[in-house]
């Protein structure tokens, strides 16, 4: 166990500041040099030799701009790369064998990235120190006689070749090319590798007419086009649906067999389909990460969700996380909330058909299916945003609405935003501070501007934002982009509580198996009625095994339960579990009777 000192350069501001965490720290008093103030930069550098970890800092910084950690390894052997003196830290790397496919699996902020470019030669790593410039002599030299030398030998050679599908694909819509010239510049046949990844008739579009969905198939397309011997791909399922998913999973399965490959990923489910092995990661979002050592795939979901690390001795999360074999049973009585009639859309080239249904007080709905199936389209129609050619959307709802691409308009902060809101009759600013804002982890970020906020940060604001909005009805599109798996599943937590609470509706639009597991009460299923795409059919709530069923039927997915944590697994294709389950119409849930 070591003490490490993070200072988070972005929200120190000293120059707003009584420079309280000088003034008030006690080996200071003691006229001890414990913080100093940097000649380069004006703000503090923190000793951790002369820290005494009292905290008081921490407490005492108006801008929560420190953080003092024990860590449980802090072996300065260990560290790979660390930005700063007082700066975050990645202890140990991942070691991608010569075939197979590794996963990574930890919060944001914890160093996957950076563990990826140095896998990629890409970053030069510090080792550690940070005020040296690095270089791959020092790297080599440094793994000499370890399992790493030969990786990092063929990166000074310049023999490795990588590449690595970023993790952020919809900064792509801002290029100006088309998709085919986008994929075709890593070498391969553009046409070839659009109709792998489902694109072929999207060659011609440019980046800035796609949508997230289909810039993250380009992004993948043109990493497979890439001859290389190791393939990084940072969260590859982001802004997919089920289907496109296990299509991405079956493709990197193929790729593992005969190339190394690297896979950061919070969709759990998925992980567990496509990898061989993962990495956990551990540490503080900012402030450091652990890579652990490889685990076999099922002990390494079954670790996270246990959240102890019986190797190195170490718990990451305080309760387990349960899932239930057996569907939720349905409440004795349903109050109604929203009943609406069957819903037509017509536009060009498309035409949506919801049938009609009742959305129950307290319950929480996942609306599932392909993309481009007209979810959203219903949404909007239920809010009012969108008027149908035929049926009449509920009248008297009242909506709340969360949309699925999130832009930053203003560059105030979060808690800026709410004391403008706090006069605002139709917004319960209470509720955010005192329930929402501790319940999505965001106390730390509230004084950060909203353009500054990380991906999975914004996303956790705007659901805290949209639920803090009394409604009728809450509409969620894809709350779970972005964020990490815990933040997936205590999302889901609150989400579920939340609404039960207010007694209101929400309907939540997801790709996420775990995060509708965790929930739901109940499912719409959407899909496409016509090969072509151009005709979208909606129908339910459905109790959740039926909607699992119907959506798992459709995709050609079964699950099997783990024995030890219950949670649901993807059974291989064809396999006796995958074609008894078929056969017995159960794609998700055990059978009642066992
Ligand atoms: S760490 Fe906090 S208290 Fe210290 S100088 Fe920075 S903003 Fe001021
Ligand atoms: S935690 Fe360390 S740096 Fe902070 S006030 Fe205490 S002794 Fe000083």
């Not at 050619?389 to 999130?406: D, E, F, I, N």
Request: aromatic share 6%; with cysteine; charged share 25%.
């Amino acid at each position: 166990m070591g003490r490490i000192a993070i200072l988070l350069a972005d929200r120190c501001h000293p120059k707003e500041c009584q420079w309280e965490c000088q003034n008030y720290c006690p080996p200071v008093r003691m006229g001890q040099e414990c913080i100093v103030e940097s000649k380069e930069t004006g703000k503090p550098i923190i000793s951790e030799t002369l820290c005494i970890g009292c905290g008081i800092c921490v407490h005492k910084c108006p801008f929560d701009a420190i953080k003092i950690l024990n860590t449980p390894t802090a072996d300065e052997a260990e560290i790979v790369h660390r930005y700063g003196y007082n700066g975050f830290r990645l202890y140990r790397l991942p070691l991608p064998p010569t075939k197979g496919i590794t996963g990574l699996l930890g919060p944001n902020g914890t160093g996957k990235s950076t563990a990826l470019r140095v896998l990629a030669g890409t970053e030069v790593p510090n080792l550690g120190r940070w005020d040296v410039p690095p270089t791959w002599e020092a790297v080599v030299q440094h793994y000499r006689g370890t399992a790493f030398a030969a990786h990092f030998q063929r990166i000074q050679r310049g023999e490795l070749r990588s590449v690595v599908k970023p993790q952020y694909v919809d900064r792509l819509a801002e290029e100006p090319q088309t998709l085919a010239e986008y994929v075709g510049a890593s070498g391969g046949d553009p046409r070839d590798l659009l109709a792998q990844v489902g694109l072929a008739t999207k060659g011609d579009r440019r980046l800035t007419e796609l949508s997230g969905g289909e810039l993250q198939l380009g992004a993948i397309a043109r990493t497979l086009g890439t001859d290389a011997d190791l393939y990084l791909f940072d969260e590859p399922s982001s802004y997919l649906d089920i289907v496109h998913r296990l299509a991405v999973a079956r493709i990197l399965r193929r790729l593992g067999e005969r190339k190394s490959v690297v896979v950061v990923e919070h969709d759990l489910a998925l992980l567990d389909y496509l990898a061989d092995q993962a990495h956990l990661v551990y540490g503080e979002e900012a402030a450091f990460g652990v890579i652990s050592h490889p685990i076999a795939m099922r002990s390494a979901v079954n670790t996270y969700l246990t959240g102890y690390l019986r190797d190195e001795n170490v718990r990451f999360r305080t309760e387990p996380v349960r899932f239930i074999s057996h569907p939720p049973k349905p409440p004795a009585r349903r109050n109604v909330a929203v009943a609406f009639d069957a819903l037509d859309k017509r536009f060009d080239r498309f035409h949506l058909t919801v049938g009609a249904g009742e959305l129950a007080r307290g319950e929480t709905v996942g609306i599932v299916g392909p993309n481009a199936t007209g979810k959203t389209t219903f949404v909007r129609m239920l809010a009012g945003a969108e008027t149908p050619s035929a049926g009449t959307p509920p009248p008297g709802v009242t909506v709340s609405y969360k949309p699925q691409y999130l832009k930053v308009t203003q560059p105030a902060s979060l808690r800026e935003r709410i004391e403008t809101l706090q006069s605002d009759p139709t917004f319960d600013a209470r509720l955010l501070e005192r329930e929402l804002v501790p319940g999505l982890h965001l106390d730390g970020v509230l004084d950060v501007a909203l353009p500054d906020l990380s991906g999975g940060e914004l996303q956790r604001a705007a659901v805290a934002l949209c639920l803090a909005r009394p409604a009728t009805l809450y509409l969620l599109d894809e709350p779970s982009a972005y964020l990490d798996s815990d933040e997936r599943m205590a999302m889901a937590r609150l989400l579920r509580r939340q609404i039960e609470r207010s007694g209101a509706t929400a309907l939540v639009v997801d790709h996420d198996v775990y995060f509708l597991d965790l929930g739901c009460d109940e499912l719409m299923v959407f899909r496409s009625v016509r090969p072509d795409g151009s005709e979208g059919r909606g129908d339910g709530p459905f109790p959740m095994r039926e909607g699992m069923n119907r959506l798992l039927k459709d995709v050609q997915v079964t699950f099997r339960r783990d024995p030890e944590t219950l949670r649901p697994r993807i059974n291989r294709e064809d396999s006796v579990l995958d074609r008894e389950q078929r056969a017995a119409g159960e794609y998700y849930y055990e059978p009642l009777d066992r």
